[in-house]
T-cell receptor
Framework: AQSVTQLGSHVSVSEGALVLLRCNYS??????LFWYVQYPNQGLQLLLK??????LVKGINGFEAEFKKSETSFHLTKPSAHMSDAAEYFC??????????????FGKGTLLTVNP | DAGITQSPRHKVTETGTPVTLRCHQT?????MYWYRQDPGHGLRLIHY???????DKGEVSDGYSVSRSKTEDFLLTLESATSSQTSVYFC???????????FGPGTRLTVL
């Protein structure tokens, strides 16, 4: 069984400030991890993913995330927030072995607000 | 962008009526999924398909059925809509690589 916890349903930052969105996961097998972004009235767009190999992964729009196995975390960061980053962000986990390796489990989402 | 369309994009219906939502893909991907999105719940899997005529239940499947007669189409049916099924419904597709999923634009369903 897998689960995802996103700490903070709403995060507010100033433009130019660091963005940190937290994600912790639970998985009985080595996970694949994803961050998705959803802009208002749109579908979800893949931001970045961790599968195997390098634990620091870079995504689109200047975002990156680091897989920390010891902490079961996959936090999303961006050094300097832009107004266009305002959106809802979802962390998701998928197992890459076993019978359910084709399903994602999503966190409940974090709404990012960027203040001018 | 992945070639995924959903129809209709918006629908208002009355309690007790049947509703069918359609997801169409042009990517020839094997896996297709239906999710619902509700405030405070994130995305929850309703049903998924791992091939033509091969489907299985997700975590919130009660009141929903699906069918996949062609690789490109995945239908979600609410046999008798209830107000609790008011939601935004997303279709997603996935190939064989790392379970990465691509999402459609969504269907906003209101059941009065």
């Amino acid at each position: 069984a897998q689960s995802v916890t996103q700490l903070g349903s709403h995060v507010s930052v100033s433009e130019g400030a660091l963005v940190l969105l937290r994600c912790n996961y639970s998985s009985s097998v080595p996970p694949y991890l994803f961050w998705y972004v959803q802009y208002p009235n749109q579908g979800l767009q893949l931001l970045l993913k961790y599968t195997t190999g390098a634990t620091l992964v870079k995504g689109i729009n200047g975002f990156e995330a680091e897989f920390k196995k010891s902490e079961t975390s996959f936090h999303l960061t961006k050094p300097s927030a832009h107004m266009s980053d305002a959106a809802e962000y979802f962390c998701a986990v998928s197992a890459h072995s076993g019978g359910s390796n084709y399903k994602l489990t999503f966190g409940k989402g974090t709404l990012l607000t960027v203040n001018p | 962008d992945a070639g995924i369309t959903q129809s209709p994009r918006h629908k208002v219906t009355e309690t007790g009526t049947p509703v069918t939502l359609r997801c169409h893909q042009t990517e020839n991907h094997r896996y297709m999924y239906w999710y619902r999105q509700d405030p405070g719940h994130g995305l929850r899997l309703i049903h998924y398909s791992y091939g033509v005529k091969d489907t299985d239940k997700g975590e919130v499947s009660d009141g929903y059925s699906v069918s996949r007669s062609k690789t490109e189409d995945f239908l979600l049916t609410l046999e008798s809509a209830t107000s609790s099924q008011t939601s935004v419904y997303f279709c997603a597709i996935s190939g064989e690589s790392y379970n990465e999923q691509f999402f459609g634009p969504g269907t906003r369903l209101t059941v009065l």
